[in-house]
């Protein structure tokens, strides 16, 4: 019996005695059944209408800036009795709970889900989108023109506004930190009906806080974002080990890499450089003027070039010292002894039959999820050291969407516990067409029994941690946890010269050090007895002392005074205290985001 269907019955004996109807059993018992002959064809006409939809906007794009100064001409915000919300459902948004707060504030519809304009003429070129921009959306609109953002997190139904207000992080992140981070300028408004532009130039103490504030500081109307040429594939090299000290190792030294690479101008990463009087360089290289073209198919002034190999063989990385920072880090631990390294470099389209032949389009229907084909890679054998140097066990050359929405077919490896044979060849042949189901459908079918035993049974958290304490974190996690596989995500959090003057809610080391790991549990604990109160509890303690930070979507059990410990609180306080009418509109993040304001 699959485990989330013995955890349900578990469930079902504890919560209440009431008959289930027919449609609820079906939906609680047998949610694969469900799932695969109705929501996933549900899915897919929705994702069919919202490409039609975009496709016709991003080719019309002149038409959208006009309309965009419309609707938000025509909002009167605060009448000073309720406080605001946005009017999206609490179903459509990516976090497995909903706030009870959408039941009494005053909703105000934000119907904001356009490409506005993308510009890749100057040193900093970029791109303005609306907050309910997916990153699905953004990637089809941008590589088609030969640009990326250079922060793009994976699931494809993640919006500009939830990375913005919320938190995104990627595998490019130990090299130009958060999305918020790639971030140029907010239009926001604000709860007195004005609307404002702010940047690290031009009302900066706002620009700082609108990130993290979920909301709290005013609604996000458009986002500016910084934009880099892209490279059609990413050349990704597979590092097994069965030795957990020799992998944390390799990770931490890839990832502390990025902190040398020369910073995109414009963005904050760039400010913190310059007061440090490092290097800054714009990456656009050649560019191209108006929104019609992008950089040349052969790669002029592109991304920097790949990481170099040692004596110019392919498929090894230098232990120490000198070399380029890859573009992408990431790392799964399946164990705490078998983790798997993945380091990847956008490239051009490989030449030569040799190389040609390691093309894997791994978002292809049929092809195996992709947790499951880089966990193949440990019975390959175990990568071993020749000198100073890293053998890898695999390489690929993986399109570069697919790459950038490698997780999203399996929802990371959520859906095996919902579609247990999910990743079978005959399954993925049949019905990988329609993968995935959407999370917002998911959300909204649940029972109560599936909403209890989800709240009571699963781990849904990403913690941020400094990268120097990664193996006493993965310690923490398998003893409160005891979830497997482990997202193992390196992310920067640049220095901010001005931190003390504008604030924001997360910063560096005091020591200075900017290298952090994000930390991702998804699935059923394998432990007898898990409390999820208990579990989550020691893991926020465990992340507080260390400094680290809580993704603010997840369940946080911590009482106020230990969120405002992890969350710097001084300037947005502040910020809130000055605005007009900001504290009558909009509750504080606590009250939005804590366990006890959600259901």
């Not at 409390?531 to 260390?546: G, I, L, S, T």
Request: glycine letters at 8%.
């Amino acid at each position: 019996m699959p485990q989330q269907s013995k955890l349900v019955s578990k469930s079902r004996g504890q919560a209440s005695a009431r008959e289930e109807n027919w449609f609820e059993y079906m939906i609680t018992h047998h949610r694969w059944v469900f799932c695969i002959f109705l929501l996933m064809p549900l899915s897919l006409m929705f994702d069919i209408a919202l490409y039609i939809r975009n496709g016709l906007q991003f080719y019309m794009r002149n038409w959208a800036p006009k309309h965009h100064d419309a609707k938000i001409r025509e909002w009167a915000l605060h009448d000073g009795k309720n406080k605001l919300c946005t009017a999206r459902p609490g179903w459509q948004t990516m976090s497995l709970r909903v706030g009870k707060y959408k039941k009494t504030f005053r909703k105000i519809k934000l119907d904001l889900h356009d490409i506005l304009s993308i510009n890749t003429s100057g040193p900093a070129p970029s791109v303005r989108v609306e907050p309910l921009v997916t990153m699905g959306q953004l990637t089809a609109a941008l590589l088609s023109l030969g640009w990326t953002v250079p922060v793009l997190p994976e699931l494809d139904d993640l919006t500009v506004g939830g990375l913005i207000a919320g938190v995104g992080v990627e595998s490019s992140s130990h090299i130009y930190g958060l999305f918020q981070h790639i971030c140029m300028q907010f239009e926001v408004a604000l709860a007195d009906g004005s609307v404002v532009f702010c940047s690290p130039e031009k009302n900066p103490e706002l620009f700082y806080n609108i990130p993290w504030s979920h909301g709290t500081l005013g609604f996000l109307l458009s986002a500016e974002i910084r934009i880099i040429p892209a490279k059609p594939y990413v050349k990704l090299q597979y590092y097994a080990f069965t030795n957990g000290k020799e992998a944390l190792t390799m990770f931490e030294r890839e990832s502390r890499k990025g902190v040398r690479r020369p910073a995109l101008a414009g963005t904050q990463v760039a400010l913190s450089e310059f007061a440090e009087g490092r290097a800054v360089e714009p990456r656009g290289g050649k560019e191209v003027n108006g929104r019609r073209g992008g950089p040349t198919g052969k790669g002029e002034g592109d991304v920097p070039s790949p990481s170099s190999t040692s004596g110019g063989r392919a498929g090894r990385r230098e232990g120490a010292g000198g070399e380029d920072a890859a573009d992408f880090v990431e790392a799964l631990a399946f164990s705490k002894e078998h983790v798997v390294v993945m380091v990847g470099t956008m490239v051009d389209k490989p030449t030569g039959r040799r190389e040609a032949g390691k093309v894997n389009a791994i978002g292809k229907f049929w092809k195996p999820w992709f947790f499951k084909h880089v966990e193949s890679f440990l019975a390959k054998g175990s990568s071993e050291r020749k000198g100073k140097d890293v053998e890898a066990v695999g390489e690929e050359y993986i399109p570069l969407r697919h790459y950038y929405h490698r997780h999203s077919k399996s929802l990371f490896w959520e859906i095996q516990d919902i579609i247990p044979f999910g990743n079978h060849p005959l399954f993925r042949y049949l019905f990988g067409w329609m993968m995935p189901p959407r999370i917002s459908l998911l959300k909204l079918t649940q029972t109560e029994a599936l909403r209890k035993l989800y709240e009571e049974h699963h781990v849904v958290q990403d913690m941020l941690v400094p990268v120097k304490d990664l193996g006493e974190s993965l310690d923490c996690f398998e003893e409160v946890f005891s979830v497997y596989p482990l997202w193992l995500c390196p992310m920067r959090i640049p220095k901010n010269p001005d931190f003390g003057k504008h604030g924001g809610f997360i910063r560096p080391l005091e020591d200075g050090d900017e290298m952090f790991v994000d930390v991702g549990a998804y699935g059923n604990p394998s432990m007898e007895g898990f409390n999820a109160r208990e579990a989550c509890r020691k893991a926020e303690d465990f992340v507080r002392a260390k400094k680290g930070f809580q993704m603010m979507y997840a369940d946080s059990f911590m009482s106020r005074e230990e969120f405002r410990e992890m969350f710097d609180h001084g300037k947005y306080d502040e910020l809130r205290r000055k605005m007009d009418r900001c504290l009558q509109a909009f509750p504080e993040v606590y009250d939005k985001v804590s366990k006890a304001a959600r259901v």
